[in-house]
């Protein structure tokens, strides 16, 4: 089972810019499309940005277009989201996910489709 642990949540002002990270532990990334997701208090989770095994697809949800960027680095075991020009509708918890091995980004991150979850790291937009 993979282990993945999120970090680089917390209060930014808005505009302002967060990386997060999600490291993982058990087995290789290679396999795996990745996923950032995020949950709003009342809301449900969904999927914000996915990128594939080779990391040559990716996918947003549109609220995020042109603000994030998902990233990978296979040597590290770790998958990035750069996320700029905050705004107040961002607040949520983040989750890391690795998707079913054979999963296009764009199911994924539609269909909530993951085989293991990270805890989640809490990012807020206010002033």
């Known amino acids: 089972q993979l282990q993945l642990v999120e970090s680089g949540g917390g209060l930014v002002q808005p505009g302002g810019s967060l990386r997060l990270s999600c490291a993982a532990s058990?087995?290789?990334?290679?396999?795996?499309?990745m996923g950032w997701f995020r949950q709003a208090p009342g809301n449900e989770r969904e999927g914000v940005a996915c990128?594939?095994?080779?990391?040559?697809?990716?996918y947003y949800v549109d609220s995020v277009k042109g603000r994030f960027t998902i990233s990978r680095d296979y040597a590290k075991k770790t998958v990035y989201l750069q996320m700029n020009s905050l705004k107040p509708e961002d607040t949520a918890v983040y989750y890391c996910?690795?998707?079913?091995?054979?999963?296009?980004?764009?199911?994924?991150?539609?269909?909530?489709?993951?085989?293991?979850w990270g805890q989640g790291t809490q990012v807020t937009v206010s002033s």
């Open positions: 996910a690795a998707g079913p091995p054979l999963t296009i980004v764009e199911d994924m991150c539609v269909n909530r489709r993951s085989r293991d």
């Open positions: 990128i594939s095994r080779g990391a040559g697809s990716t």
């Open positions: 058990g087995y290789s990334l290679d396999y795996y499309p």
